[in-house]
């Protein structure tokens, strides 16, 4: 007699997400189940979290999902949405076959400088994202067209065509578009214009002075806000503190710099505006799960 053991919620498992292509910043794949009495209760299967977003689209059977916010079943035509660091689980609801696609992706890899103010909508300061998912129970069709973009995400990765890489830029942000539209309560709200505009100049300082040391004090002193003011109106307004703003986007700059040059790593360091190379390894690290070599030969040999 096999002897199972039930998981509880105080032994989510780490899962580490190997992207399929660094730069976009997700994994995708499908699950295709065709045994006829392969059910067991999701109390039985461990649980397991990462720091991607996950999304899930069912093509085909059932599919029973458990997470801190929701325990609920989903079917054919069905599409979930799950919160970065969400503990959850799954397992096979029904007999017969069970086919979906599972889309594990780093939405804040995706926001560019030109939708940065919509950063705040998905940072899940204040709730997780799983509570969005009210707009797919509340809309037929939204909840149609996401399905189809997460199959076209899918299917631009198995293809791999020529310019996949904006097809599937493409439609991530056509899904947060949808997404940010449909939001009946306001869930997503972005940070207002009005503080976006005040808080402009310091992002423009930002850019021309990405290779210099930049200081709090300086950037309070453009907008005349005290150092306290600013660093809690600064993470209001960008959904990230100031210091991670800055990080962002000076491992974005050698990222580029990785992928256009033949700069060496210290060079690309300082360029970037970091001059401690091992903080330098360190943030890289963290935003990419791999070293500047092996980032570069990963994309090189993409």
């Known amino acids: 007699m096999e002897i199972r053991t039930k998981h509880t ?7 580490k997400v190997i992207y ?3 730069l976009l910043s997700l994994k995708v794949w499908e699950i295709n189940d065709e045994r006829e009495n392969a059910i067991t209760s999701v109390e039985y299967h461990p649980w397991h979290y990462h720091k991607e977003v996950e999304l899930l689209a069912i093509v085909d059977g059932s599919l029973a999902v458990q997470t801190k916010e929701l325990d609920q079943t989903i079917s054919a035509g069905d599409v979930l949405i799950m919160g970065t660091s969400q503990p959850h689980r799954t397992s096979k609801a029904s007999g017969g076959n069970l086919r979906y696609i599972v889309l594990q992706i780093d939405l804040h890899k995706h926001f560019d400088q030109s939708i940065l103010p919509y950063f705040y909508c998905f940072s899940e300061i204040t709730h997780p994202l799983d509570r969005i998912n009210y707009i797919f129970e509340e809309n037929q069709q939204i909840k149609q067209e996401v399905h189809y973009l997460i199959n076209e995400i899918h299917k631009e990765s198995q293809t791999k065509e020529k310019g996949y890489e904006i097809a599937i830029n493409y439609s991530i942000k056509r899904l947060l578009l949808l997404l940010v539209r449909n939001d009946t309560k306001n869930m997503l709200h972005s940070s207002e214009e009005q503080d976006l505009s005040r808080i402009k100049p310091v992002l423009d300082y930002i850019d021309r002075h990405l290779e210099d040391r930049i200081l709090v004090e300086d950037v309070c002193e453009l907008l005349n806000f005290s150092y306290h003011y600013f660093i809690k109106y600064f993470k209001k307004v960008m959904g990230m503190s100031f210091v991670d703003y800055i990080n962002l ?6 990222e580029l710099l990785l992928l256009t040059t033949d700069k060496s790593i210290l060079e690309i360091s300082y360029e970037a505006g970091i001059t401690n190379m091992a903080q330098f390894y360190k943030l890289f690290k963290r935003a990419n799960h791999c070293s500047p070599k092996v980032f570069k030969n990963k994309m090189q040999k993409s």
């Open 249 to 254: 986007k000076r491992i974005k700059k050698a």
């Open 20 to 22: 399929q292509n660094p």
């Open 9 to 15: 919620y105080n032994q989510p498992v780490n899962e």
